[in-house]
T-cell receptor, first 117, second 109 residues
Framework: NAGVTQTPKFQVLKTGQSMTLQCAQD?????MYWYRQDPGMGLRLIYY???????DKGEVPNGYNVSRLNKREFSLRLESAAPSQTSVYFC????????????????FGEGSRLTVL | EDQVTQSPEALRLQEGESSSLNCSYT??????LFWYRQDPGKGPEFLFT???AGEEKEKERLKATLTKKESFLHITAPKPEDSATYLC??????????FGTGTSLTVIP
């Protein structure tokens, strides 16, 4: 049972380069999320997708784009990486966040560690 | 502005020494308050959801409680395997979670 799978696990970029972080879940969840985690800042929501076909901005969306490719996959793209985007990125999924079934349980991947030089 | 503050930032306990972690919040309405555990190099793992003041949840040596302004995570007779960072999150009315910065717990054998 894989749960939430993120790739790559580690990446080093130069300023201005672009890259895409991939995320896939096998739990048939409706909602998916991208967070970044920085020391002293906690987990901050970048974008989320409440259901297939929808995406919304979170707390810190600037410099990022997302694509909900299908119900399983949600990708995060950095078009022109900056040193301020050095962070650990987590993808998560859950049953519908706005619905009555939502229990608060997010299932997280293992994280993608990105360094921008 | 919705805000979540956790204290202390770090806590060292002897094995068997009970204590509590605090999560205070200011939000415009509260749909739920959540506790997660995060081990080094891993993603957070869900522990509890609390929906209303007065509610309590328990799991092994952990007990979470909720008031109108804060939540406590009580750890009774901790063991070294309880060492982790404990994260609190709130969901105000809407579709977003707000996480605190966590409490790093170390339990010394």
């Amino acid at each position: 049972n894989a749960g939430v799978t993120q790739t790559p696990k580690f990446q080093v970029l130069k300023t201005g380069q672009s890259m895409t972080l991939q995320c896939a879940q096998d739990m048939n969840h409706n909602s998916m999320y991208w967070y970044r985690q920085d020391p002293g800042m906690g987990l901050r929501l970048i974008y989320y997708s409440a259901s297939e076909g929808t995406t919304d901005k979170g707390e810190v969306p600037n410099g990022y784009n997302v694509s909900r490719l299908n119900k399983r996959e949600f990708s995060l793209r950095l078009e022109s990486a900056a040193p301020s985007q050095t962070s650990v990125y987590f993808c998560a999924s859950s049953d519908g966040i706005g619905g009555m079934r939502f229990t608060g349980e997010l299932f997280f991947g293992e994280g993608s560690r990105l360094t921008v030089l | 502005e919705d805000q979540v503050t956790q204290s202390p930032e770090a806590l060292r306990l002897q094995e068997g020494e009970s204590s509590s972690l605090n999560c205070s919040y200011t939000v415009s309405g509260l749909r739920g308050l959540f506790w997660y555990r995060q081990d080094p190099g891993k993603g957070p793992e869900f522990l509890f959801t609390l929906y209303s003041a007065g509610e309590e949840k328990e799991k092994e040596r952990l007990k979470a409680t909720l008031t109108k302004k804060e939540s406590f995570l009580h750890i009774t007779a901790p063991k070294p395997e309880d060492s982790a960072t404990y994260l609190c999150a709130v969901q105000p009315t809407g579709n977003q979670f707000y996480f605190g910065t966590g409490t790093s717990l170390t339990v010394i054998p």
